[in-house]
């Protein structure tokens, strides 16, 4: 059974602390990897990953994966409040036609 | 450009009635997903549909039903609410290739009491 496992559940910082969310794997035939952010409503695409070493990077959020070690982080540096949200790992198994997501991250940055 | 659209936003049950919840989509997406996410659960799936009149199980579909009678929507049925199936409830799509991003709904929130 695939399984997607995100750390910390939780985690309050303050505005301009960088924050590093985790998320591992373990699925088979892997070919991707999503994070998703959800503030008050519907989750939103932030990135998908699907190469060892390479990152992806959108103003101060950046990510990237390791296929070897199975796992990916998040980060996000200069935190500002609207970055508080529930932050979501997801892998599909493309053979199913379905993904498996995390339990989340919440992230709570404080002023 | 409404993308993936519920109904209703919120509803509240007694114990034992039936509701249907409707996901619409207009970005002509193969595949649909229902989820449910109760706090510190994350997203699990409900049941999930490949295309127009296949339904699958996911990984918590006791309870409910599903139909995909046209391509556009996907409907969730409770035959006989209970108290715990309260819950945020939300609809998604992707295209053909589910390793693409899905595109979610805003989410239903039901009580059931």
């Known amino acids: 059974e695939d399984k997607v496992v995100q750390s910390p559940l939780s985690l309050v910082v303050h505005e301009g602390d960088t924050v590093t969310l985790n998320c591992s794997y373990e699925?088979?035939?892997?070919?991707?990897l999503l994070w998703y952010k959800q503030e008050k409503k519907a989750p939103t695409f932030l990135f998908m990953l699907?190469?060892?070493?390479i990152e992806k990077k959108s103003g101060r959020l950046s990510s990237i994966l390791d296929k070897k070690e199975l796992f990916s982080i998040l980060n996000i540096t200069a935190t500002q409040t609207g970055d508080s949200a529930i932050y979501l790992c997801?892998?599909?198994?493309?053979?199913?036609?379905?993904?498996?997501f995390g339990d989340g991250t919440t992230l709570t940055v404080k002023p | 450009n409404a993308g993936v659209t519920q109904t209703p936003k919120f509803r509240v049950l007694k114990t034992g009635q039936s509701m249907t919840l409707l996901c619409a989509q207009d970005m002509n997406h193969e595949y649909m997903y229902w989820y449910r996410q109760d706090p510190g659960m994350g997203l699990r799936l409900i049941h999930y549909s490949v295309g127009e009149g296949t339904t699958a199980k996911g990984e918590v579909p006791d309870g409910y039903n599903v139909s995909r009678l046209k391509k556009q929507n996907f409907l969730l049925g409770l035959e006989s609410a209970a108290p715990s199936q309260t819950s945020v409830y939300f609809c998604a799509s992707s295209t053909q290739n589910s390793n693409q991003p899905q595109h979610f709904g805003d989410g239903t929130r039901l009580s059931i009491l």
């Open positions: 997801a892998v599909p198994n493309t053979n199913a036609g379905k993904s498996t």
């Open positions: 699925v088979t035939n892997f070919r991707s």
């Open positions: 699907t190469s060892s070493g």
